[in-house]
């Protein structure tokens, strides 16, 4: 049942790869029905997980992926829902399914340990995941507001032009994920410095006990919120929109990416509940 969501995200990606090469109208909505399928498809497996493990299935690094991912893929039926626009599909989708095949893989639900019981930690890990989804969003419009203005500005409207929204178009979306996924990772930082201050005091548990500035995990994070506000900033009080823009949300998901899985899985020593 688990590998159904991987193999759906898989079908969905060629379609798109389909849809962005000829055009094709049809393969563009059949890009839509099989990601759609997907992510509702992933939906009824983690509530599934959940029933069977009687807790949302997102501790540990190969939970939080699951959880990302579907995440994502609802965030980007969202957006294409509310803009028309299918052609970023070929270059989102895809980057679901490899991540995808990481819990696919593993095929587990982690075992919730106590002191991870609380209300403040759902919040926490769910505000995050979102606000990934939202970066994740932001990077592939900056990508492809790259490719664009690269074929504008050597005067050769091509392959891309006829393709991609207009650079203004792709902007606005840049800077709408960007503040979304902004809020919501403030929101997860707080959280998780409030539930980390009540657990941590008496917790025996020598993975809350590591929870500090100093673990890669959490320093990380801490970086990915700076490159982010200083983002927002640039954007409005330096005039760094466009290319500059869509390059920091590049580097930004970035190191989101390199937090998820290399940090997530070998680095950190607070945060491997597997």
Avoid at 113 to 132: D, I, M
Avoid at 135 to 155: D, M, R
Avoid at 203 to 216: G, I
Wanted: some cysteine; proline content about 4%.
């Amino acid at each position: 049942m688990s590998a159904i969501p991987l193999l759906l995200y898989v079908a969905a990606s060629a379609a798109y790869a389909v849809h962005f090469g000829r055009r094709s109208d049809l393969a563009g909505r059949c890009a839509t029905l099989v990601l759609a399928a997907a992510a509702l498809t992933h939906v009824f497996v983690i509530g599934m997980q959940t029933m069977e493990s009687g807790h949302l299935p997102v501790v540990g690094t190969s939970g939080a992926i699951s959880g990302f991912v579907v995440l994502l893929a609802l965030a980007y039926l969202y957006t294409e829902m509310m803009t028309s626009e299918r052609s970023m599909g070929v270059f989102i989708v895809p980057a679901m399914a490899v991540l995808q095949a990481i819990p696919t893989a593993t095929n587990a639900v982690a075992s919730r340990p106590p002191v991870l019981e609380s209300q403040w930690l759902a919040v926490h890990v769910l505000s995050l995941l979102f606000a990934y989804a939202s970066f994740a969003l932001a990077c592939v419009v900056g990508v492809t507001y790259v490719l664009l203005f690269k074929e504008l500005k050597a005067k050769h409207l091509g392959f891309f032009y006829s393709r991609l929204p207009s650079l203004r178009v792709l902007d606005v979306m840049n800077g709408r994920a960007v503040a979304i996924g902004w809020l919501f990772l403030t929101l997860g930082l707080v959280v998780g410095a409030i539930w980390l201050a009540q657990v941590q005091p008496g917790a025996v548990d020598p993975r809350v006990q590591a929870m500090s500035l100093f673990d890669p995990k959490i320093s990380v994070v801490l970086l990915i919120w700076l490159v982010y506000t200083f983002e927002l900033y640039a954007r409005r009080s330096l005039g760094w929109s466009g290319r500059r823009a869509a390059l920091l949300s590049a580097v930004g998901f970035t190191i989101v990416l390199l937090n998820f899985v290399p940090i997530g899985y070998f680095a950190t020593r607070s945060h491997n509940f597997y």
